[in-house]
């Protein structure tokens, strides 16, 4: 193949910006694998990244997307691990949203025997951030009350499941029912709708001993009630500012005894090697057993790239935006 489809960024913008052009496909290094894209999914990252507010720029032109799943049609000399022709997923900084992507063969990960590309490409970054901040950063307990914020989107919906998983008693917060609903499926037992802009006096009624966990990957107003409801030596998990970088007032920490975390997955590998391969192993097991899988809420073809990103822009979307790039044969949808 000489040229590609790919998903271009040429300029910082909304997500509209986006075009799907012909480019040549990307240069496959020692130690890389090159994957025949089935399916990418979209993250919020992706979003900031295309509007040029991500802490870590990528400057334009470039190919955004940071998850897909595929079938590897090229590994280079030295690489043994991994076989043409093996269904893989993977992640990355940038680069998914394309009909070929190159990979580290060391970071990319076999699919299960019958699972669909578009499910392994949703689950690399919601169920791993999910799975290493509650478990990894909070150290959420069996029998623990732990509240979601954003339960509706792809990072919220997983760690409801996880957390459900664990044994933990999950509230989930979100903006509609229909989110909601998602989040009952998937554990929750406790369900705050947070637009009346009542959510301490919910958090209160409904936990009157406090969370012993809060994970937020929301941020803006939701943040200072949420960790107002954590109890006594509770731990609160910052992984994302969707609405905004909080301000929150450090007295609450120190008179409430909160452990508050700060957690981006692309930092533990290197600071916390031992836990994070462990819990990677854990997790990739109750992936292949079945007992976790993404809520996938929009698919979208290559095509309509920016209409993916803005759906996970807008919030609109119920968990994971999954963009279907090539069928297991090859040919385009």
């Keep these: 193949m000489t040229t590609m489809r790919a998903a271009q960024c040429a300029t910082y913008g909304p997500p509209e910006v986006v075009r799907v052009v012909d480019v040549p496909p990307p240069a496959l290094a020692p130690g890389q694998v090159r994957v025949r894209v089935g399916a990418a999914a979209v993250n919020y990252p992706d979003v900031l990244l295309v509007a040029g507010g991500y802490q870590v720029p990528v400057e334009p032109p470039f190919v955004p997307g940071s998850e897909f799943a595929g079938v590897v049609e090229e590994v280079a000399d030295d690489v043994r691990e991994v076989r043409v ?4 997923c993977g992640t ?13 063969a060391r970071t990319v990960t076999p699919v299960p025997r019958g ?3 578009g499910v392994a490409a949703a689950f690399g970054v919601a169920h791993r951030t999910a799975y290493h901040a509650l478990h990894t950063m909070a150290g959420l307990l069996t029998g623990q009350d732990l509240v979601v914020l954003g339960a509706g989107g792809g990072v919220g919906l997983a760690a409801v499941q996880l957390g459900a998983l664990a044994g933990a008693r999950v509230t989930a917060v979100a903006s ?7 989040a009952k499926a998937q554990g929750a037992t406790v369900l705050i709708d ?9 958090l209160k009624e409904n936990l009157p001993t406090g969370a012993d966990v809060v994970l937020d990957p929301v941020g803006g107003t939701l943040a200072e009630p949420a ?7 509770g731990r609160f998990v910052s992984i994302g500012f969707t609405a905004g970088i909080p301000r929150l007032p ?5 008179l409430k005894g909160v452990q508050v975390t700060g957690f981006q997955l692309r930092d533990l590998a290197a600071h916390l090697p031992v836990e994070f391969e462990a819990n990677e192993a854990r997790l990739r097991a109750l992936f292949a057993a079945g ?6 809420g929009a698919e979208f073809a290559l095509a309509d790239t920016a209409a993916a990103l803005r759906c996970v822009a807008d919030g609109t979307a119920i968990g994971k935006v999954v963009i279907r790039v090539t069928d297991e044969r090859g040919s385009r949808p």
């Design 85 to 88: 022709g093996d269904r893989v």
């Design 92 to 104: 990355g900084m940038v680069g998914a949203f394309a009909e070929q992507a190159v990979a580290s």
């Design 115 to 117: 699972v669909d590309l």
């Design 176 to 182: 509609s029912p229909q989110k909601l609903d998602a």
């Design 194 to 202: 947070h637009r009346d802009g009542k959510l301490r006096a919910a």
């Design 227 to 233: 960790l107002r409801s954590v109890r006594w030596g």
């Design 250 to 254: 450090l007295n609450l920490v120190l």
């Design 291 to 296: 007992a976790v899988r993404p809520h996938i």
